[in-house]
C-alpha cells in the first residue's frame, strides 16, 4: 500500500509556471507508476501525464503536451509535474496516483490516490 500527499499548488498568471511535488511513503515506491490527473469545477477528473516505474516511458494529454514535464525521483519516493506556459483552462483540483506494474492513462485503473492540490491560473 502506498499513501500520497500533493503539495507545491498555487496561484499563477497565465503564461507563468508553477511545479507540484508528490511525496509517496512505503519502501516500494519504484514498483508503481505514476499518474497526475486533474478536476476543474463541474468537469470529470481527467488524464494528465503519466510516468512508468523507470521513468523511462512518459505520456501526456494533448492540452498540456509540450508545456508539461512529469518526473520521479525513486530514491526520495516524489513524484514531480512542471507546468510551463500555463492557461487559465489548467486550473484545477491536481490530484497524483499510483499503480502497481505498467503504467496506463485510464483514471480506473489507479488504486492510490492523494489529496489533491489546487492550482489556479488567473487571466
Known amino acids: 500500500q502506498v499513501q500520497l500527499v500533493e503539495s507545491g499548488g498555487g496561484l499563477v498568471q497565465a503564461g507563468g509556471s508553477l511545479s507540484v511535488s508528490c511525496a509517496a511513503s512505503?519502501?516500494?515506491?519504484?514498483?508503481?507508476?505514476m499518474g497526475w490527473f486533474r478536476q476543474a469545477p463541474g468537469k470529470e477528473r481527467e488524464f494528465v501525464a503519466v510516468i512508468s516505474r523507470s521513468g523511462g516511458t512518459t505520456v501526456y494529454a494533448d492540452s498540456v503536451k509540450g508545456r508539461f514535464t512529469i518526473s520521479r525521483d525513486n530514491a526520495k519516493n516524489t513524484l514531480y509535474l512542471q507546468m510551463n506556459s500555463l492557461k487559465p483552462e489548467d486550473t484545477a483540483v491536481y490530484y497524483c496516483?499510483?499503480?502497481?506494474?505498467?503504467?496506463?492513462?485510464?483514471?480506473?485503473?489507479?488504486?492510490?490516490w492523494g489529496q489533491g492540490t489546487q492550482v489556479t491560473v488567473s487571466s
Open positions: 496516483a499510483a499503480k502497481p506494474g505498467n503504467w496506463n492513462t485510464e483514471l480506473r485503473r489507479y488504486d492510490y
Open positions: 512505503g519502501r516500494t515506491f519504484s514498483s508503481y507508476a
